[in-house]
């Protein structure tokens, strides 16, 4: 499984953003799609995750109200929708593919991204 992260870049404070990743190969393989980030200096988070099979969907504390992620089954994408940001919201934003439910846990995703960087000026 291959996955193509983009959308990324520069925004100011309450500004929003909306991230892509597309998934390639043998995509039937994985069952939910999760974002994760890396701030400088910090260890990698998990932000939102989403099954491929009924769209349950899944947020880290710190974004729920603010973002929201979504996917297009046909199209093999996952997006997230970034509103109301913060600087602290500033990262390296990773796409990642699991066959597995554990969902907040980075160590269950077998594929990531390249990363986008989201940089979130005050």
């Known amino acids: 499984v291959q996955l193509q992260a983009s959308g990324g870049g520069l925004v100011q404070t309450g500004g929003s953003l909306r991230l892509s990743c597309a998934a390639s190969g043998r995509t039937y393989r994985t069952y939910i799609m999760g974002w994760f980030r890396q701030a400088p200096g910090k260890e990698r988070a998990f932000v939102a995750a989403?099954?491929?099979?009924?769209?349950?969907?899944y947020y880290a504390d710190s974004v729920k109200g603010r973002f929201t992620i979504s996917r297009d089954n046909a199209k093999n994408t996952v997006f997230l929708q970034m509103n109301s940001l913060k600087p602290e919201d500033t990262a390296v934003y990773y796409c990642?593919?699991?066959?597995?439910?554990?969902?907040?846990?980075?160590?269950?995703?077998?594929?990531w991204g390249q990363g986008t960087l989201v940089t979130v000026s005050s």
């Open positions: 990642a593919a699991s066959r597995y439910t554990d969902y907040a846990a980075s160590l269950s995703y077998e594929y």
């Open positions: 989403i099954s491929w099979r009924d769209g349950s969907t």
